[in-house]
């Protein structure tokens, strides 16, 4: 079964400049998740969705960041513009709820940015 | 107070020690928890889940006191393969969102 699936892997910009990522969740997980994982840190949830509803993004800067996941299955998540600080890495993750009720999430590879 | 705590290591240990990571939790409320393993430049990728009586997965055992919201990995027997980051994961319930320790750095010598 194929893993999450993130492009680009790696990206550099200039600062003020746009950015997006882009996540393919696994195949029937219906909750999609963006992270952001600074060096030294764990990952931190910037946006969860449920099928095509944004169900949590209290964490996502609404002024610059944005997200869409369209038809419930691939994602994007832009910034514009990108600032210095932005540099991290950017991780989607998916899960399917068990039947537990146990959330266990499938990470993709991650886009490592980095802002000039 | 951070909702999760970790160990802030990083642990050295020679090949065949037992190594224990400690976590602490702020949310009463918490319902599941997890320990993920994160190499190098790498994803985080699912160690194993941990249960209120405790479970063990070969040389890996976790336990859970949610009296003290404390959550512990043993690790017997290290390996090379071992060195990683270990991220202690918290889940709150409902809102179905994970909460992330820092993590700790375990790296097993020869």
């Known amino acids: 079964e194929a893993g999450v699936v993130q492009s680009p892997r790696y990206k550099i910009i200039e600062k003020k400049q746009p950015v997006a990522f882009w996540c393919n969740p696994i195949s029937g997980h219906n909750t999609l998740y963006w992270y952001r994982q600074n060096l030294g840190q764990g990952p931190e949830l910037l946006i969860r969705?449920?099928?095509?509803?944004?169900?949590?993004d209290s964490q996502l800067p609404k002024d610059r960041f944005s997200a869409e996941r369209l038809k419930g299955v691939d994602s994007t998540l832009k910034i514009q513009p990108a600032e210095l600080g932005d540099s991290a890495v950017y991780l989607c993750a998916s899960s399917s709820k068990s039947g537990t009720g146990i959330y266990e999430q499938y990470f993709g590879p991650g886009t490592r940015l980095t802002v000039t | 107070r951070k909702e999760v705590e970790q160990d802030p290591g990083p642990f050295n240990v020679p090949e065949g020690a037992t190594v224990a990571f400690n976590c602490t939790y702020s949310?009463?409320?918490?319902?599941?928890f997890f320990w993920y393993r994160q190499d190098c430049r790498k994803e985080p990728k699912l160690l194993m889940s941990v249960y209120s009586s405790g479970n063990e997965d070969g040389r890996f055992t976790a336990q859970l006191n949610r009296a003290s919201q404390y959550i512990s990995l043993l690790i017997r027997d290290s390996k090379l393969s071992d060195s990683a980051t270990y991220l202690c994961?918290?889940?709150?319930?409902?809102?179905?969102?994970?909460?992330f320790g820092k993590g700790t750095k375990l790296s097993v010598k020869p």
């Open positions: 949310n009463s409320a918490s319902q599941s």
């Open positions: 994961v918290v889940w709150g319930g409902s809102q179905g969102n994970l909460i």
């Open positions: 969705y449920e099928n095509e509803e944004a169900v949590d």
